[in-house]
């Protein structure tokens, strides 16, 4: 999930089939359609999940940021990874862009959010 300026952005869901999950288990999700599906409808979805996740980086005070966890079957957030530095284009191989492009789908959004959250800040007008 990315966190821009009190906004939670729904990013990506990685399920991999050994312990250590990487950008590189998307490749075998890709093998296994339940799981783009179940993708799918987390990125579709807000809910309950997406306020305890900014109520971390509200803990954190970060003004933008992102943040890769896991969460168990009891609800409890393990966070692997939670910093100031994102990257939301570029990030998909030529060969998967037409299959997995729905993963950039809110990239306008978040640049948009970005801009404004420095423009604010910056007190300027926004173009």
Known sequence: MIWVDGTI???????GLD???TGKSRADMMTRPETIGAEKDFLASTGALDE????LFRIVGLDFGVIDFAVSDS?????FE???TFQISGSIPAKYREDWSY???NNAAIV???VASIARRAALPIY
């Open 52 to 55: 305890r996740v900014a109520e």
């Open 103 to 105: 993963l950039e789908a």
């Open 9 to 15: 952005f729904r990013r990506h869901v990685i399920a």
């Open 75 to 79: 609800g409890e957030i393990t966070v």
């Open 82 to 84: 939670l910093n100031g």
């Open 112 to 114: 948009n959010a970005l």
């Open 19 to 21: 312990w250590n999950v």
